[in-house]
């Protein structure tokens, strides 16, 4: 399921592990979240089979991704311009329509 947020609906909880998406964050979030200086990380397309062992939160420079989570019958689709956040443990399918392009940074939850 994908929820478009803002800063404080990004919580996540546990017990629930889902992807949620912020769809086109203004310009003055990704500025305090300081994704400039985040890595960046890029595939072409294909499936792609992940297990977040950390929560990511991602920004999309380009592409388009179908997530289907494992155990879920829901996919969730984000695209350029939208901040992802994965929680730690869930895993998923990445469908990679569009080639991927973003900045990343995984957080410690200890």
Known sequence: MATSS?????????TSPTILVEKNPPQSRLLK???NSWPKWGCPPGKFHLKFDAEEICYLLKGKVKAYIKGSSECVD???GDLV???????????????VDK???FESTS
């Open 33 to 35: 979240l300081g994704i």
């Open 78 to 80: 984000f695209t350029a």
């Open 103 to 105: 900045h990343y940074k």
């Open 85 to 99: 956040v994965i929680p730690r443990g869930v895993t998923c399918t990445w469908h990679v329509l569009v080639p």
């Open 6 to 14: 803002n800063q404080e609906a990004m919580q996540v909880d546990a």
